[in-house]
C-alpha cells in the first residue's frame, strides 16, 4: 500500500522513584521488553503485556485507515529506581536507528523515569526522537498522569497526552485519542499548539485521586472547559507529577493543546494552573497510624456488624516504587493476634519456592527476608501452614490490570496464627496489589475477609470496589519508599520551596 502512512511506535516506560534501587536492563526483560513485529502481535492479542496505551493506538490506528506500523521497541518496568544508562541508551539507539522514513511517532512512556546519569530521559528519548524525524513530522506522547513533564518534553513533542484517571482506567482511550491525533495531523486538519505550566506543587501521592478531592475537580473543570470553548481544544492534561522522582522537573503541570491556534490554549492552562494554585491547601491529607489500625482490626474481628475494611500499606506501594516486602503493618497484626485477614502481596521469591517445594499443607517456620532487597527490607519469622501454591500466570480482572496477562509465579498463601487467622500472599515478581486476582488466583475468598491488606497506594481501590466501597478504604502511614509523608526523606533535586513540603511557597501566572 503506497500511500499507507507509516508511523513508529515506540516506549521507554518506568516511573523512578529516586530513593529506589536501580531498575537494570533484567527487571525491564522480566515484566516487558518487544521488539519489532512482537509489539503489534502483543498490543493485537487478547491479554497484552505493553501498557494499554499502546494496545488503544494500535487497535485503532488498524480501524482508522491504512497504515505501515514502524513497531521499534517497546519496554515497561515495574516503578523502581533509575533506570540503568546503558541499557536506556542502548534502547534509544535502537528505537532511532530502525525509523527510516516515518509520517508520525508514537511514543507511549510514563513519564517520570531517571536514568542512571540523566534527571530527564523522557525528555532525552523525546528530543532524540524530534531530531532524528525533523520539525515537520507528527510526534504524539501519551503519558501517566504522575508524569514529570519537563520544558524539553513540552518543546520536543507535539502533543503530550496524559491519563485522566487515578486509578488509572482510560490507558486505552489515551491511546486511542493518541491514534485520532495522529491521524488529524497527518491529514493536515490538525496544527497542534500546545502551552505548558509547571506548577510549585508536589502533591502527595494519596491526594491525587480521580473520584473526589482537588484533582478530581481540576481534571473535571479542565474536560468541562474544554467542551466548552466548542472544538478550540484538542486536549487537557492536568499532571500531578511523582514527587519521589526528587528531580528538577518533579510537580504539577498543565498542557494545553490547541487544535490549530496557541492562544486558547494558553488561556485555558493559565485558568486551570491558577485554580490548582488557590486550591493548594486540599493537596494534604492525614493517614491513620499503625497502631491505630491494628485496634481497628481487632475490632472487626469480634464485632461481625461492623464492615469489614481495607488498608493500603502506602508507604510500601510497589507501584510507586515500592520493594513489597515491608514488615511494619503485617509484623504489627502478627503481635496483636489479628484475626479474618488477607494479606497481599509480599515480594519474596526465596519464600514463595519454599513453600511450593514443601508443599499445600506443609507447616513451618517461615523466614521472610531472608535475603534483604532493601533497607526497608526487615526480617521476619512466623510458623505457617501453605493454603495454597500457584505456578500459573493470570489476567487481572478489575481496574488497572484489567485485561492484562500477570505472572507472579511462584505465588502461594500462608496462613498465620490457625484457621481463620492471617493469610498472607507471598509472590515471586515484584507487583502492586491492585486487582482481586492477587489473592482469587490462589482461591482465596475476599469476601470472608474482615481485614484485608494490600501493598498498593491507591490503584487497588478499583480493583477491591465490590467489596470496599470509598468509606471502608483506610490508607494507613507505613514506612517505607512510598511513605505520602514526604518530611521523612532527604530531598536533594526537588525544586524549592515547593508545596505542600516548604508551606510559603509562592506562584506567579505565566505572563502570556
Ligand atoms: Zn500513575
Known amino acids: 500500500m503506497a500511500n499507507a502512512p507509516r508511523i513508529a511506535i515506540c516506549g521507554i516506560d518506568l516511573e523512578s522513584n529516586a530513593f529506589s534501587p ?3 536492563e533484567a527487571d525491564f526483560h522480566k515484566l516487558c521488553y518487544l521488539e519489532g513485529e512482537a509489539i503489534l502481535a502483543d498490543a493485537r492479542s487478547a491479554a497484552p503485556r505493553c501498557i494499554a496505551d499502546v494496545a488503544g493506538f494500535v487497535t485503532t490506528m488498524d480501524v482508522t485507515g491504512p497504515w505501515t506500523p514502524v513497531p521499534r521497541v517497546y ?33 507511549a512512556n510514563h513519564g517520570a523515569m531517571l536514568t542512571t546519569d540523566s534527571q530527564d530521559p523522557d525528555g532525552d528519548l523525546l528530543q532524540r526522537l524530534r531530531e532524528a524525524v525533523g520539525p515537520d513530522v507528527a510526534l504524539v506522547v501519551t503519558l501517566d498522569l504522575h508524569a514529570n513533564v519537563s520544558t524539553r518534553m513540552a518543546e520536543a ?24 491525533v495522529v491521524r488529524g495531523m497527518i491529514g493536515g486538519a490538525l496544527k497542534p499548539q500546545s502551552a505548558f505550566v509547571k506548577l510549585p506543587i508536589a502533591p502527595p501521592t494519596t491526594t491525587l485521586l480521580t473520584r ?4 478530581a475537580d481540576l481534571i473535571d473543570y479542565g474536560q468541562r472547559r474544554k467542551r466548552e470553548l466548542g472544538g478550540a481544544i484538542l486536549n487537557v492534561s492536568v499532571l500531578g507529577g511523582f514527587v519521589f522522582s526528587d528531580a528538577p522537573r518533579a510537580g504539577m503541570a498543565v498542557v494545553v493543546t490547541g487544535r490549530t491556534a496557541l492562544e486558547p490554549a494558553q488561556r485555558l492552562a493559565r485558568d486551570i494552573a491558577e485554580r490548582a494554585w488557590a486550591d493548594r491547601e486540599r493537596f494534604q491529607k492525614p493517614l491513620m497510624p499503625v497502631a491505630e489500625a491494628v485496634a481497628g482490626s481487632l475490632q472487626r474481628s469480634v464485632e461481625p456488624g461492623l464492615p469489614a475494611v481495607i488498608y493500603a500499606d502506602s508507604g510500601d506501594n510497589p507501584g510507586g516504587g515500592g520493594g513489597g516486602d515491608t514488615m511494619e503493618l503485617l509484623s504489627a497484626l502478627v503481635a496483636a493476634k489479628a ?19 514443601r508443599g499445600v499443607g506443609a507447616e513451618f517456620h517461615a523466614v ?58 507471598v509472590i515471586s515478581n515484584r507487583y502492586q ?19 484485608v491488606c ?19 478504604v483506610v490508607e494507613a502511614d507505613t514506612e517505607g519508599f512510598t511513605s505520602p509523608v514526604l518530611s521523612r526523606f532527604d530531598w536533594m533535586d526537588l525544586p524549592r520551596p515547593v508545596f505542600p513540603l516548604d508551606q510559603d511557597t509562592d506562584w506567579v501566572p505565566p505572563n502570556w
Not at 212 to 215: K, N, R
Open 22 to 24: 536501580p531498575a537494570t
Open 75 to 107: 519496554t515497561h518496568c515495574h516503578p523502581w529506581g533509575p533506570a540503568d544508562q546503558a541499557f536506556f541508551d542502548r534502547t534509544v539507539d535502537k528505537i532511532i536507528a530502525g525509523l527510516g522514513d516515518v509520517d508520525a511517532v508514537f511514543v
Open 157 to 180: 513533542a507535539d502533543v503530550l497526552i496524559a491519563y485522566q484517571t487515578n486509578p488509572h482506567v482510560d490507558m486505552f482511550e489515551r491511546g486511542e485519542e493518541a491514534a485520532h
Open 212 to 215: 473526589e478531592g482537588p484533582y
Open 339 to 357: 484475626r479474618g485477614v488477607l494479606y497481599g502481596s509480599f515480594h519474596d521469591p526465596a519464600l514463595a519456592a519454599e513453600a511450593l517445594e
Open 368 to 425: 521472610f527476608n531472608r535475603d534483604p532487597a532493601t533497607r526497608f527490607s526487615q526480617r521476619f519469622e512466623a510458623e505457617v501452614r501453605v493454603c495454597a501454591v500457584s505456578t500459573d500466570p493470570f489476567v487481572g480482572r478489575l481496574g488497572l490490570y484489567a485485561g492484562m496477562q500477570i505472572n507472579t509465579a511462584p505465588s502461594c498463601a500462608l496462613e498465620i496464627g490457625g484457621p481463620g487467622g492471617i493469610t498472607v500472599v
Open 433 to 451: 496489589t491492585a486487582d482481586p486476582m492477587f489473592f482469587e488466583h490462589l482461591g482465596l475468598d475476599i469476601a470472608m475477609a474482615r481485614t
Open 454 to 472: 494490600v501493598k498498593s497506594r491507591g490503584h487497588f481501590r478499583t480493583g477491591f470496589e465490590p467489596w470496599f466501597p470509598p468509606e471502608q
